[in-house]
């Protein structure tokens, strides 16, 4: 076993420790063991820090990867499905490198946050525990190399994120929160699972080499069709975990959980779990699946957006930015951007945990105050969060600089490139819904910036009854003191600023790239380089082309043949023209193509998305900055759009109208069915056998007891009868005998004559 | 003498057919117990007279083996019988076999 295997295992099962010590134990401990947390997940970030090292920095090898397995289950021949042996195992190459360092920081930084932000909470140890079993779940993603073992770590992470969405249970709302957030996620994993069984039906194994493998030896015995239906169904997995469009509703509900889990779980990791499985699973997604989940990105990205610049609570507009920016990295896997995505996916998970992190840090000085139109004036109270926060915001809306943008323009030239390549006019739809969203992204942070940390505080303007939440002493103040509110938020201790510090500076450009303009440049995009397709026209291509060339009769489909020809030229001298630069030599031409474009695309993607990030700020500058543009007087001039808006696009109404209200009919016509026709059989069947039993009953008691009575009574009888021959008299019998023999000899006699 | 019938079996035969029968007429009448143990003595004198018929009949010695032990036996039951008949009349007081009916129902 490769070294690196063994440590990761350690990192694997740290978390896991950590939550069994402090499930059962933390009553016992001192400070309810908040210190074994954070302990053992710097045990395990300093391990995943030392394999991160060895693998990017010493190794810097784009084909690295250690694998390693055993057999789990092995059920042997089972009859029907054929051999059925489970394994499970470990990968390691520099994408789970990457991951495996990401997320114990985070979880890390978090742990450390938490134990300010939750100090007296009454179930602070329990807190703890769930963040350790999370951490272990999200790590044993990252780490599995089969399908079946993702799939339980999958479960695992729904498991705990529920558990920590529901963490506050009292309140209905965090109980409605879980259980929405479960119940969405569990359209997708059926999905996922759907497709996990496409592929064992085929191969009769979980493991992403093995069918990767049989993939690109074309062993896929049933349609195309199937394979694009697989992997759609795999995607669905991740539109489950990471709230894209079709099932996205869970994930701003989810915000009712402690904002430290918001970080961790529903901005950085958890979500871009789905963006990893997708990642992982890359390379088996035929063009037709890309292009629905390049759509399905972008459309998400763009509704997000729209939603999120209208919302007040300060966590919903970053849960909406976050499904917004989980668009863009799936719009970038569906494009072919695979390098982008990911990077985008990595440094998304340090601004986005850095922004919710600040966020935390306002709403514990504000005493849970979430409505950002009740706060302003917090930069002077706040500097570090401040600081902090800003710098954050820069990179999620994308400006040079900072890491966000490098991430950002990658996807953003991979879709111009995409739309290049395919050629359609529908597909301009995904770069341009991206560029759009890019401004609003801008314009939403800049009216958060602005309405949270700028101007004069507004916490006295809160209406006093329209307080749901928080502390009853809190609207006090509010109602009867201007300044007293805003003189009680202070700046948060250092447990919960250090955190935010390490976060702000991992969204600089310089982390991951020398060149601020280029993130290709980067030791990120040179490491994590997009592999070759097992599926997909490359194949066909090669089968064909011989046989078209040598056929004379086939004259009419030369042009085709010779763009065939040039299209594999010049996807040849790209292939010499990228390994003279060393850089990264594509199999397939499509993804060759693409690549190419999305370099072409790449300066063009920085004019657009630099001008479109400046539009939005600077129009969040004239709305509430210099309010040119009075934001209320315009949303009563565009109240429906506003409040179509407001209302997050009505998708919670429309799933109630829908699917809630179909699932309650669909459940109402069962029970009917339930209480009509199967309590209707039974008590049928009920009612025969009480019938069938009372003709038992009446046949024993007059044919069976009648036999035994009639036996007994004609014995009786007889007995009656002989009893009067029974005198006594002796010469009774001897006249009897007589008469018996007397009847003999007639007898005897009477056959003799005859 | 020639004209009278000599002796033969079928005399035998009628006279032991007309003991019989006068030994079923006491047996069946006579309420006397000790009446009925004679008829039963004629009926068996009846069966040694047809043995001994058919003995000098047939010849050969078996016919009158067979009565003589007939006779033993006879004289042997009627021990038995007289016995019989005197604790009957212990316990009923009487030697009348029609009284004598308590194992009757």
Redesign the interface.
């Known amino acids: 076993m490769h070294s690196l295997i063994q440590l990761s295992i350690v990192v694997l099962l740290l978390p896991l420790l950590s939550f069994v010590i402090l499930i059962f134990f933390n009553r016992r401990l001192p400070r309810r063991g908040d210190f074994i947390g954070v302990g053992i997940l710097g045990t395990a970030f300093a391990i995943s820090a030392y394999i991160f090292w060895s693998v990017i920095v010493q190794t810097y090898d784009p084909a690295f990867r250690v694998a390693w397995d055993f057999t789990w289950i092995d059920l042997g021949k089972v009859p029907g499905i054929g051999p059925l042996q489970i394994k499970m195992g470990i990968v390691i190459d520099n994408l789970t490198a990457i991951m495996l360092a990401m997320v114990t920081l985070i979880s890390l930084l978090v742990h450390l946050y938490s134990t300010g932000y939750m100090a007296g909470d009454k179930n602070y140890g329990r807190y703890f525990a769930f963040l350790g079993i999370f951490t272990f779940s999200m790590l044993g993603i990252v780490l599995s190399d089969n399908l079946f073992s993702i799939y339980i770590f999958w479960e695992l992470v729904g498991l705990s994120s529920y558990l920590l969405i529901g963490f506050f249970f009292e309140k209905d709302s965090a109980a409605d929160a879980q259980k929405k957030a479960f119940l969405a996620n569990r359209v997708g994993d059926i999905g996922m699972w759907l497709g996990i069984l496409i592929l064992y039906s085929q191969f009769h194994t979980f493991s992403f080499e093995q069918i990767y493998a049989n993939l690109a030896a074309g062993k896929f015995a049933m349609s195309n069709a199937w394979l694009t239906a697989a992997g759609l169904l795999l995607f669905m997995g991740c539109v489950g975990k990471s709230a894209q469009f079709p099932l996205h509703i869970w994930l701003p509900d989810a915000m009712e959980g402690p904002t430290p889990v918001s970080a961790l779980i529903h901005a950085a990791t958890m979500v871009a779990a789905g963006v990893y499985f997708v990642a992982r699973i890359f390379v088996l997604l035929t063009p037709d699946a890309l292009h629905v989940i390049a759509f399905i990105g972008a459309f998400t990205a763009f509704m997000a957006a729209t939603i999120a610049i209208t919302q007040n609570d300060i966590k919903r507009v970053l849960a909406y930015s976050t499904v917004s920016q989980l668009g863009y990295m799936v719009l970038g896997l569906g494009v072919g951007a695979y390098s982008a995505a990911l990077f985008h996916l990595v440094t998304h998970a340090f601004f986005k945990a850095c922004l919710f992190l600040g966020s935390g840090a306002i709403i514990h000085a504000m005493h849970h105050e979430q409505d950002m139109r009740w706060m302003g004036g917090l930069r002077k109270h706040m500097p570090w969060t401040f600081a902090t926060f800003t710098l954050a915001t820069l990179a999620l809306a994308g400006l040079p600089l900072t890491s966000g943008f490098m991430s950002k323009d990658a996807i953003l030239a991979g879709a111009i490139g995409f739309a290049n390549v395919e050629g359609g006019g529908v597909y301009y739809l995904i770069p341009a819904l991206g560029f759009f969203s890019a401004m609003l992204t801008a314009f939403y942070m800049g009216r958060q910036i602005w309405l949270v940390f700028f101007g004069e505080s507004r916490t006295h303007l809160k209406p006093a009854d329209n307080h749901h939440h928080g502390h009853d002493a809190h609207s006090a103040h509010g109602a009867h003191d201007d300044h007293h509110g805003a003189h009680e938020v202070h700046e948060v201790s250092w447990n919960m600023r250090a955190p935010l510090v390490i976060l702000a500076v991992l969204s600089v450009f310089i982390v991951y790239s020398p060149n601020p303009l280029d993130g290709a440049e980067g030791w990120f995009m040179k490491m994590i380089r997009t592999p070759a397709t097992v599926v997909g026209p490359a194949n066909h291509n090669c089968a064909a082309l011989p046989a078209q060339t040598t056929s004379p009769l086939m004259a009419e489909a030369l042009p085709a043949v010779e763009t065939h020809v040039a299209t594999d030229a010049h996807a040849v001298s790209e292939v010499e023209h990228a390994a003279a630069k060393g850089e990264h030599a594509f199999a397939d031409p499509r993804q060759a193509e693409i690549a190419h474009a999305a370099h072409a695309a790449h300066f063009p993607a920085i004019y657009i998305s630099s001008i479109m990030v400046v539009l939005g700020i600077s129009f969040a500058g004239i709305v509430f900055v210099f309010r040119i543009i009075d934001p209320d007087k315009t949303a009563e001039a565009i109240r429906p759009l506003y409040l179509f808006s407001l209302n997050k696009w009505y998708w919670d109404e429309i799933y109630q109208a829908t699917f809630i209200k179909g699932s309650v009919l669909l459940s109402k016509i069962l029970s009917w069915f339930d209480t009509n026709v199967i309590d209707g059989i039974v008590n049928g069947v009920a009612v025969l056998v009480r019938n069938l039993a009372f003709a038992n009953n009446s046949f024993d008691k007059y044919v069976v007891d009648g036999l035994v009575n009639f036996t007994a009574f004609s014995v009786n009888t007889t007995g009656a009868v002989l009893?009067k021959l029974?005198?006594?008299?002796?010469?009774t019998y001897?006249?009897l005998l007589?008469v018996v023999l007397f009847g003999y000899f007639v007898f005897y006699f009477t056959r003799l004559i005859y | 003498m020639e004209h009278l019938i000599p002796i033969g079996l079928n005399h035998y035969l009628t006279i032991s057919a007309l003991l019989l029968g006068f030994g079923l007429f006491a047996v069946m009448t006579r309420k006397n117990a000790i009446v009925v143990l004679m008829g039963v003595e004629l009926i068996l004198n009846a069966a040694n007279i047809n043995f001994l018929a058919f003995s000098k009949y047939n010849g050969g010695i078996g016919g009158v083996m067979f009565s003589l032990f007939v006779i033993v036996i006879a004289a042997a039951e009627a021990a038995i019988a007289l016995a019989i008949v005197i604790n009957i009349f212990k316990i009923f007081k009487s030697v009348d076999i029609s009284s004598v009916d308590t194992m009757k129902e």
Request: aromatic content about 0%.
């Open positions: 009893r029974q005198t006594g008299k002796v010469q001897v006249a007589l």
